[in-house]
């Protein structure tokens, strides 16, 4: 069983879901019943390829081999039935779960911000908080996520600057992306331009990318010109920052015709 484990594990490394899925089954043909290790390699191969139908064989066999369906088990089902689309399997394994960590709780926020519920969302935080759990950085993901959606933006400031002041997580690089996107939605695109500048670190190309289509949709095309500079600089591979700056200049030039 270790064997297979570690053959499956590396297969999971990279990213090779289906071959995780084939070699579960051969294991199972070979008379082996997987132990924890399996399953979770599984589960996390389903939710990379959300093959649902494994994902149900493997969930079965949780019982089947006489496993305790604990805290870690229970948190990959969550994440394997959100990515899968099935919404409501995940409920049902958060709410058969004896305990709930705050991993668990984050889970179910993402899964709840990947299917669109977003008022859910905000109101498991308050359920949360509640009961005293303390947030991580996935928890706020979801919720500036949800923001982002609803164009709840002073909400969003809000969660953005509690992380660090009453929760000690130092936002990281997809905590301030949302923050962009936000902004950008909504038009502010020189706030949006403000919070690249103020992060702490180097932005990456998909901050720099989420500036462009924000400014192309409402029209700010220097921005948007400045913008697809810096993605470009990040990645010259990357033909959007091309396009981008083609289409600028084409406009300019049927301007001053």
């Not at 500048?197 to 924000?214: D, E, K, R, T, Y």
């Not at 220097?222 to 200049?249: F, K, M």
């Amino acid at each position: 069983i270790i064997s297979w484990a570690a053959l499956m594990g590396g297969y999971a490394q990279h990213g090779d879901s289906h071959s995780v899925s084939e070699l579960c089954n051969a294991m199972r043909n070979h008379g082996l019943c997987p132990d924890r290790v399996v399953i979770l390699c599984v589960l996390k191969a389903c939710s990379v390829s959300a093959n649902i139908l494994e994902g149900r064989v493997i969930h079965s066999e949780v019982e089947k081999c006489g496993l305790e369906p604990d805290l870690v088990l229970g948190n990959a089902l969550i994440d394997m039935y959100s990515k899968c689309g099935s919404l409501d399997d995940a409920c049902t394994v958060f709410e058969n779960m004896p305990t709930r960590g705050v991993i668990t709780w984050s889970a179910m926020l993402a899964g709840y911000a990947m299917h669109n519920e977003y008022d859910i969302v905000l109101q498991c935080f308050e359920d949360m908080q509640k009961i005293g759990l303390k947030p991580n950085h996935v928890t706020f993901l979801s919720l500036l996520s949800a923001c982002g959606q609803k164009g709840l933006i002073d909400k969003a400031y809000d969660y953005f600057y509690s992380m660090k002041a009453g929760y000690g997580i130092k936002p990281a690089t997809e905590h301030y992306n949302c923050m962009i996107d936000l902004l950008g939605r909504i038009g502010c695109v020189d706030d949006a331009i403000y919070v690249i500048h103020g992060m702490p670190f180097q932005p990456n190309n998909m901050s720099w990318s989420i500036l462009v289509c924000a400014s192309q949709v409402h029209m700010h095309f220097d921005r948007a010109e400045l913008a697809s500079e810096y993605v470009l600089e990040l990645n010259p591979d990357d033909t959007t920052g091309y396009v981008v700056l083609s289409n600028i200049y084409n406009a300019q030039c049927l301007d001053s015709v």
